[in-house]
């Protein structure tokens, strides 16, 4: 009995601890469904979380009205920059990492070093080196000036060369050598089937960071047709201290915004989880 006591103890602070999480998690999208469907005045009263006053639809109906309809066009630029952008990043970062795991050339150690480095380099202190480049190049307050930056991820590279040390057999690729297959036809008939998983993580990543980026289309970008939901959203809610009536749209237009998000998650996760060389090699 004295035994079982410590295990236990140890079991409800570890069931307390994850509750807590979970509740700091729960919480704010809760708060966020039912002020989506509140009215202005019932947002700055306080019966936000009560089941009355719904008027979700209207809201909706308001958000894509506002401004002649720009949230839409928001919504579609940040689907862009996100999921194209993720999609280029997952094949370039896994294409990398690949290379550093399975190739040797001068100075390979060296160069991972410096993509470690550039890992812990805040993406706040690139805006303004980018936004210079950007300018000598006749970029700025364009698509590609959003969208390149995104395409190269330091972390994703890292990532590229853990998950092919961990899914891709030296064993495997020899054999496919011995059975007459070049470079490329390794890397994208066998290495990158195996990869899956890897991609898919990577993906994940670069998307969640490419549609909560701010800074960066802060920087850029002056042309509203341009910004993506996350800046759209900050100009409105700038503009709601001013006209209240922007209030309820940046609720909603909040909550429709992390939509995206978790569906991508729900669709890709059981690919993130999968092992998809478990028992490739005897």
């Not at 993506?228 to 909040?254: D, F, K």
Request: aromatic share 14%.
């Amino acid at each position: 009995m004295n035994a079982l006591r410590p295990r236990l103890l140890g079991r409800t602070a570890v069931n307390l601890v994850v509750g807590i999480a979970v509740l700091y998690t729960v919480l704010p999208v809760l708060w966020l469904v039912l002020a989506a469907a509140k009215d202005r005045d019932a947002l700055f009263g306080s019966n936000v979380l009560s089941l009355g006053d719904f008027s979700f639809f209207q809201n909706l109906a308001d958000l894509f009205a506002m401004d002649d309809g720009i949230y839409g066009r928001w919504y579609l630029n940040s689907l862009l920059y996100a999921v194209v952008g993720a999609a280029i990043s997952a094949m370039v970062s896994i294409a990398a990492g690949y290379a550093f795991d399975k190739y040797d050339f001068r100075h390979k150690e060296k160069l991972f070093g410096l993509v470690l480095c550039a890992v812990m380099v805040p993406q706040t202190v690139l805006a303004l080196p980018l936004y210079l480049m950007a300018s000598a190049a006749g970029l700025v307050n364009t698509f590609w000036a959003v969208f390149i930056p995104v395409l190269f991820n330091p972390f994703g590279v890292y990532l590229g060369r853990i998950f092919s040390q961990g899914y891709v057999p030296d064993e495997v690729l020899e054999a496919a050598r011995v059975d007459g297959a070049g470079e490329l036809a390794r890397y994208g008939r066998v290495a990158l089937r195996m990869l899956g998983p890897g991609v898919v993580t990577i993906f994940l990543f670069q998307l969640t960071a490419i549609w909560n980026n701010f800074f960066l289309p802060m920087v850029m970008l002056s042309d509203q047709d341009l910004y993506p939901v996350s800046l759209g959203l900050y100009t409105w809610n700038s503009q709601a201290t001013v006209s209240p009536e922007y209030y309820p749209v940046v609720v909603m237009g909040s909550l429709l915004a992390v939509l995206p998000l978790i569906v991508a998650f729900l669709m890709l996760q059981r690919f993130w989880r999968s092992g998809l060389t478990a028992g490739a090699v005897k």
